[in-house]
């Protein structure tokens, strides 16, 4: 089953400093159907202005990821990291019995744009910890590029979660196949262009699609698209 959630049915909010969309409901927004997709619990495009950002705040017991689609994203925790990560960086922060970071853009001219996701973690009460990783943009082109997983690589960043997130960048006309073993579930975000997914399911940029019950799965790009795909038990 393929259920497309349109970037209109997306929460969109403009806080002056902050702006942009929630996929599910998180914050001030609430929809009790629309809560989770398996251990995904947030899906956020978000755009903060120069200078501004998120003060310190806790979380815990969350797998954090932040991907940076432009600009710089200023990450400062209690564990001791600070790192500043531009398109290309991943960063992951595993929250377990708890941590406290804050979130900046360090530009004085420039935003930056991020998607933030969050999932459960596969085990509760776990130390917190934190990484970052970065890819190679270039190897985006043609494919799905694994750039979070269970298990960490050279250009891979590690989750506590047994789940994959790829990132796509896609040609006009170029297809890609997506397989998976039977009884998992795919979401899937259009972060720019279109793209069709088995051949009646349009997305345009912030649209989403939550699947299961299919194990193989094309996408045909009708405009240049950059796309993400989260593969979820």
């Avoid at 943009?137 to 506590?160: M, N, R, T, W, Y």
């Avoid at 960048?169 to 009884?183: P, T």
Wanted: hydrophobic fraction near 40%; include cysteine; proline fraction near 5%.
């Amino acid at each position: 089953m393929i259920q497309l959630y349109t970037a209109d049915s997306a929460h969109r909010f403009d806080h002056g400093w902050l702006k942009g969309s929630h996929v599910f409901s998180f914050g001030d927004f609430y929809d009790p159907d629309n809560t989770a997709f398996g251990p995904m619990r947030v899906c956020n495009d978000d755009t903060i202005f120069p200078g501004r950002g998120f003060g310190a705040h806790p979380h815990s017991d969350m797998e954090i990821v932040s991907i940076v689609l432009s600009g710089r994203l200023r990450h400062e925790d209690n564990l001791g990291n600070v790192v500043e990560t531009t398109f290309g960086g991943i960063q992951r922060m595993s929250a377990g019995t708890g941590a406290i970071h804050t979130e900046h853009n360090p530009s004085e001219d420039e935003p930056v744009r991020l998607l933030q996701l969050w999932f459960m973690p596969r085990t509760r009460g776990t130390a917190p910890s934190y990484a970052t990783g970065r890819f190679d943009p270039a190897k985006l082109k043609g494919k799905l590029l694994p750039v979070v997983a269970a298990e960490s690589s050279e250009e891979v960043v590690d989750i506590g979660q047994d789940m994959t997130i790829y990132l796509g960048r896609l040609d006009m006309g170029q297809e890609l196949v997506f397989n998976q073993e039977a009884g998992r579930r795919i979401f899937i975000y259009l972060v720019e262009g279109e793209i069709v997914i088995d051949e009646n399911t349009v997305l345009h940029p912030g649209d989403s699609v939550r699947i299961t019950e299919i194990s193989e799965l094309k996408l045909v790009a009708s405009e240049a698209a950059l796309v993400m795909l989260i593969d979820l038990p």
